[in-house]
T-cell receptor, first 111, second 114 residues
């Protein structure tokens, strides 16, 4: 069945470091892919999305490219800030009601 | 902006109590979801509803029921709360339009069952 596997955390980085959080997926069809972010004490917010192969989603300096050949959707940011500290979830949508989440990766950015 | 609200941010209940968690969305979305979030397990789908009075079991429905009497409101019910239901509960809603789905999440309810 469909599933998402993302890099386990926690991840700790210094401010201005480069961030990569790996996400790979398994799907029988052509899913849409998402990254969600959860700041402390809050619900999940959509960070970025890509709906077809080779699409690049981007928001707030974060980017992820939908790679069908490697079934991946890795999250990257060139220079993280303390305010980026949060839990990040990769997700796959294979229809209106079939949303699969990864287990989440906690990122802590230290000054 | 889409608003998904949940009735409580924090809740403490005793074992055996009946617990109601309410979720309201203001964007006329057809589909609504209840998840629980636990460390190391990510989000797990409990139930979802694609229309008023319609419901479908998710991955972990045992010990829970739901109610969708109005389109904007989706309630999660713990008939007899147990300590293993201590968790963060997240409600979400999604449009029914094809191709550009987004889920909007509420702030979550942290439930502790003692």
């Amino acid at each position: 069945g469909d599933s998402v596997t993302q890099m386990e955390g926690p991840v700790t980085l210094s401010e201005e470091a480069f961030l990569t959080i790996n996400c790979t997926y398994t799907a029988t069809g052509y899913p849409s892919l998402f990254w969600y972010v959860q700041y402390p004490g809050e619900g999940l917010q959509l960070l970025l999305k890509a709906t077809k192969a080779d699409d690049k989603g981007s928001n707030k300096g974060f980017e992820a490219t939908y790679r069908k050949e490697t079934t991946s959707f890795h999250l990257e940011k060139g220079s993280v800030q303390v305010s980026d500290s949060a839990v990040y979830f990769c997700a796959l949508l294979a229809g209106a009601n079939n949303l699969f989440f990864g287990t989440g990766t906690r990122l802590t950015v230290i000054p | 902006d889409v608003k998904v609200t949940q009735s409580s941010r924090y809740l403490v209940k005793r074992t055996g109590e009946k617990v109601f968690l309410e979720c309201v969305q203001d964007m006329d979305h057809e589909n609504m979801f209840w998840y629980r979030q636990d460390p190391g397990l990510g989000l797990r789908l409990i139930y979802f509803s694609y229309d008023v009075k319609m419901k479908e079991k998710g991955d972990i429905p045992e010990g829970y029921s739901v109610s969708r009497e109005k389109k904007e409101r989706f309630s999660l019910i713990l008939e007899s709360a147990s300590t293993n239901q201590t968790s963060m509960y997240l409600c979400a809603s999604i449009t029914g339009a094809s191709g550009t789905y987004e889920q909007y999440f509420g702030p979550g309810t942290r439930l502790t069952v003692t």
